[in-house]
């Protein structure tokens, strides 16, 4: 019994090394093929556009740009608080005439159409007329905000001019320049103290430096504070050349300026100055805030 089990055991082992020494052969031969490994193949490249906001953004401006400027010819771009406390396009005319000689379509503050420019000068053609329509605009807009007629973009000194409203025509205090009156106190200036032009193909940042009260009635304000210069090298009323004004401008704002912003203008800076009418003193008492370019870009 013993030496048949012996038997079935050797027979079943010699089946099994038989079936194992085929395997071997067929797989030597190549007709059996376990196949290789196959190395993940890398996925085809995906390539994933990642909008850039800041592109986004400039041509967001260009397109800002092209279309007011299509609206009047005279558009000069965007003045835009970082903060959003002021928001708005300004315009500028270098004459009452325009470059055809035609006399601007223009209004007195009262209304009246002026049909002889003799007496006036650019910053007259904008301050009561409204620069998309054309038109006398006293309560909606307040004619609209504008650069000096003198000024040039390459100029130390930009000035800029918008209206302030009273309360009975602007509540909200949000129209034009009225906002900038936030500015009188030393706790909003933080939160509000930088600038951006948006121009043809630049964009320029500012940083508020000062901000005062200016008294036309007052000869220390008008002798040593001209912050309608265009450029500080000269005397205003004399157009002398005067190398020294600048730094008594910037000594004399700091003595006057409404609280300390813990920055100072230097003779090299320039600067953008922003006017506005506080109060009841259209003409006598304005709202100035200065400030200095920090950058300068094309876009």
């Given amino acids: 019994m013993r030496k048949k089990n012996t038997k079935k055991i050797i027979i079943i082992l010699a089946a099994v090394l038989a079936v194992l020494l085929a395997v071997l052969v067929l797989f030597a031969s190549g007709i059996i093929n376990l196949g ?32 007011n400027k299509s609206i009047n010819p005279d558009y000069v771009g965007e003045l835009m608080f970082d903060s959003g406390l002021v928001n708005v396009s300004f315009v500028q005319a270098k004459s009452v005439y325009k470059e ?3 006399l601007y379509t223009f209004y007195t503050e009262d209304g009246r159409l002026v049909t002889n420019g003799e007496g006036y000068n650019g910053n007259d053609v904008y301050i009561w007329t409204y620069w998309k329509t ?11 905000t504008f650069m000096d007629y003198r000024n040039d973009l390459s100029d130390q000194n930009l000035i800029v001019y918008g209206h302030h409203f009273s309360e009975w025509n602007d509540p909200d205090r949000n129209k034009a320049f009225t906002p900038l009156e936030q500015l009188m106190e030393k706790e909003n200036y ?27 009635t007052d000869s220390y304000y008008l002798d040593n504070m001209q912050y309608w210069r265009t450029n500080y090298g000269y005397d205003d009323y004399t157009g002398e050349s005067n190398p020294d004004y600048y730094k008594n401008y910037i000594s004399a704002i700091k003595e ?4 300390d912003t813990g920055l100072s203008l230097t003779d090299k800076d320039k600067t953008l100055t922003l006017q506005t009418c506080i109060g009841g003193h259209a003409g006598e008492l304005f709202e ?12």
């Fill in 100 to 102: 055809n000689g035609e």
């Fill in 288 to 299: 100035i805030l200065v400030l200095r370019e920090i950058s300068n870009e094309a876009y």
């Fill in 256 to 259: 006057k300026q409404l609280y």
């Fill in 190 to 216: 933080a939160a509000n103290k930088y600038v951006t032009l948006i121009l043809e193909n630049q964009i320029r940042k500012y940083e508020l430096v000062s901000v005062y009260q200016f008294d036309a």
């Fill in 36 to 67: 290789k490994k196959e190395e993940p193949t890398p996925e085809e490249e995906i390539v994933v556009v990642v909008e850039d906001p800041d592109s986004k953004k400039k041509e967001e401006y260009h397109k800002i740009y092209n279309e």
């Fill in 134 to 144: 054309g038109e006398y605009d006293y309560n909606n807009n307040g004619g609209s």
